[in-house]
T-cell receptor, first 111, second 113 residues
Framework: NAGVTQTPKFQVLKTGQSMTLQCAQDMNHNSMYWYRQDPGMGLRLIYYSASEGTTDKGEVPNGYNVSRLNKREFSLRLESAAPSQTSVYFC??????????FGPGTRLTVL | KQEVTQIPAALSVPEGENLVLNCSFT??????LQWFRQDPGKGLTSLLLIQSSQREQTSGRLNASLDKSSGRSTLYIAASQPGDSATYLCAVILAYNFNKFYFGSGTKLNVKP
């Protein structure tokens, strides 16, 4: 049982480049989330998806887009990366008990 | 708005000590409370989940308690070991909004050999 997986683990981008972070879960969870974690700021919700086919903004959605491709997969896209988007990105999922499970994270640096 | 606070921000103890980490929240209408562990450079690992109707949960040397009326939860770690060194975070989800988890800023624990 893999749980929540994320790719890539590390990424370095130049300002203005685009990229997509991939997330998949094998626990048949309806809800999926994207967070960023920055020193001194804690975990902040970027976007979430309460069920397949729906997505909603969290606290810090600007500069990001998401796609809930199917029940398993939830991707996060940076269309034009900025240095302020340097962060660690976590995907998470939860089911009926609302217990959250996290992926290992993607460490993104934007130069 | 729900606010979750964890005190202390950092804690250093000698190996073998029993210790308590604290988590407080302002809105008592929670659905559940979850404790996580985060090792440096890693993701969050779920330790214990307490539903709002429960008073405590236990897993090995860990015991988490919940007092909704006072807006508090504690994580008790018995006989601490150097391998327990990590950051511990608590998170709550409200009974009337399943779409958002509120996280504390964490307690960084260092267990000295």
């Amino acid at each position: 049982n893999a749980g929540v997986t994320q790719t890539p683990k590390f990424q370095v981008l130049k300002t203005g480049q685009s990229m997509t972070l991939q997330c998949a879960q094998d626990m048949n969870h309806n809800s999926m989330y994207w967070y960023r974690q920055d020193p001194g700021m804690g975990l902040r919700l970027i976007y979430y998806s309460a069920s397949e086919g729906t997505t909603d903004k969290g606290e810090v959605p600007n500069g990001y887009n998401v796609s809930r491709l199917n029940k398993r997969e939830f991707s996060l896209r940076l269309e034009s990366a900025a240095p302020s988007q340097t962060s660690v990105y976590f995907c998470a999922s939860s089911g009926l008990t609302a217990e959250q499970f996290f992926g290992p994270g993607t460490r993104l640096t934007v130069l | 708005k729900q606010e979750v606070t964890q005190i202390p921000a950092a804690l250093s103890v000698p190996e073998g000590e029993n210790l308590v980490l604290n988590c407080s929240f302002t809105d008592s209408a929670i659905y559940n409370l979850q404790w996580f562990r985060q090792d440096p450079g890693k993701g969050l690992t779920s330790l214990l989940l307490i539903q709002s109707s429960q008073r405590e949960q236990t897993s090995g040397r860990l015991n988490a308690s919940l007092d909704k009326s006072s807006g508090r939860s504690t994580l008790y770690i018995a006989a601490s070991q150097p391998g327990d060194s990590a950051t511990y975070l608590c998170a709550v989800i409200l009974a009337y909004n399943f779409n958002k988890f509120y996280f504390g800023s964490g307690t960084k624990l260092n267990v000295k050999p």
